[in-house]
Nanobody, 123 residues
């Protein structure tokens, strides 16, 4: 069984910073391409940033220049460093990851979502 867990959310003032973490754990797996998404009240879930297994990154226009996605493959963890936060960044942030399960007679790739972590930016 593999699971991913986000952490690092909280309440911060406008202009402040937060670092979100997304840690994958379980038996014999490989963490592939991953990303951060967010969903504000009354809005659809939207892409924030993605990172491939090789470290190539992609950002939404709203995240460019302020957010940085990174990964530590040894720790099976993906990070989102968020600087210069604005009230409009307030949302539940979700981690998404491609996980390859590896067994002696089986190998399959699945898409996992975390439970989400709340980020609230006050003005």
């Amino acid at each position: 069984q593999v699971q991913i867990v986000e952490s690092g959310g909280g309440l911060v003032q406008s202009g402040g910073s937060l670092r979100l973490s997304c840690a994958a754990s379980g038996k014999t797996f490989s963490l592939g391409a991953s990303g951060w998404y967010r969903q504000a009240p009354g809005k659809e879930r939207e892409l924030v940033a993605t990172i491939t297994s090789g470290g190539s990154t992609n950002y939404s226009d709203s995240a460019k220049g302020r957010f940085t996605i990174s990964r530590d493959n040894a720790k099976n963890t993906v990070y989102l460093q968020m600087n210069s936060l604005k009230p409009e960044d307030t949302a539940v942030y979700y981690c998404n990851a491609e996980i390859t399960i590896i067994r002696s007679n089986f190998k399959g790739t699945y898409n996992y979502w975390g439970q989400g972590t709340q980020v609230t930016v006050s003005s």
